[in-house]
């Protein structure tokens, strides 16, 4: 087989694997497609909701039957980059360098084994 050859297949093959994946993508508008994906229950799609991990209008919007539908892309760009693991969270009070961490439970329960 030559390079030529080779280079064609792996073409081929790459552009069904894009095809797939467009279709795929396209069905991660509703809670239950997304917990899925994400590998999450719907309550924890939720919270990322209720939490703002998931941020209106980039993330989900609210449709004209007053439903959430999800956004893909900023699904699947939320599962390759999981900046909701550690959220910082500035203090009411104002004061200089002072934060609250609030990790995620998983996350929690390992800090936890360790201390």
Known sequence: MTIESRLENMQNQLTNVIE???????????KKAVANFLGKSQKTIDNYIKNESFIKGK?????ENNKV??????????????????????????EVNNHTIILSETSSNILKGIV
């Open 69 to 94: 539908e999800f956004i893909p892309f900023a699904i699947v760009e939320f599962k390759k980059n999981p900046k909701h693991k550690i959220k910082i969270v500035e203090d009411d009070k104002k």
């Open 59 to 63: 993330h989900y919007f609210i449709n």
């Open 20 to 30: 797939l994946l467009q279709i795929s993508i396209s069905s991660l508008n509703s």
